[in-house]
């Protein structure tokens, strides 16, 4: 019997409105839940049974909020129309975008850390620009990038095994 092929779906989650003293912790069952409730009232009953068997929720880091879904190559779509139309989970407002769709792992691992990159990028800029004391840019940056790589490494693990 021929092996199951399958996609895998990178997807980062941005909160609409979060205070300061709220951190957006989401579980990575929520996630799933949510995605498959989207898919049912999107699709139906035939939707939801087409990705029930084999969509699951590979890894979710919740520092850089960006994760990955797997799900099969024959039922792909029916996720990929339902995930940007999710704006709640967990009576959190949220935004999900698709950021990568890839036939394999180490291609979704590569977007990954080319994101991950810009985003480091983009973190420097703005408190470049804040912030025109060198010790305070210097200080927040690497401890930026040290929990942005650190992160990486754990997401990348994690999938590995």
Request: hydrophobic share 35%; with cysteine; glycine share 4%.
């Given at each position: 019997m021929p092996p199951v092929k399958r996609r895998y779906i990178l997807f980062k989650i941005e909160p609409f409105i979060i205070d300061s003293k709220d951190k957006l912790t989401i579980a990575e069952g929520e996630i799933v839940t949510s995605?498959?409730?989207?898919?049912?009232?999107l699709h139906g009953d035939f939707g939801l049974a087409s990705i029930q068997?084999?969509?699951?929720?590979?890894?979710?880091d919740q520092i850089t909020r960006t994760g990955v879904l797997?799900?099969?190559?024959?039922?792909?779509?029916?996720?990929?129309?339902?995930?940007?139309?999710?704006?709640?989970?967990?009576?959190?407002?949220?935004?999900?975008?698709?950021?990568?769709l890839s036939g394999t792992l180490r291609?979704?691992?590569?977007?990954?850390?080319?994101?991950?990159g810009k985003m480091i990028h983009e973190?420097?800029?703005s408190i470049a620009e804040n912030n025109k004391s060198k010790n305070v840019y210097f200080n927040h940056s690497i401890t930026s990038k040290e929990q942005i790589n650190e992160s990486f490494k754990k997401l990348a693990d994690g999938i590995k095994e």
């Open positions: 995605v498959r409730e989207m898919v049912k009232n068997l084999n969509f699951y929720l590979k890894k979710y797997v799900v099969k190559r024959e039922s792909y779509k029916f996720v990929l129309t339902a995930i940007p139309l999710i704006r709640t989970i967990r009576n959190c407002n949220v935004s999900i975008s698709v950021l990568k291609g979704c691992l590569r977007s990954l850390q080319g994101y991950h973190y420097k800029k």
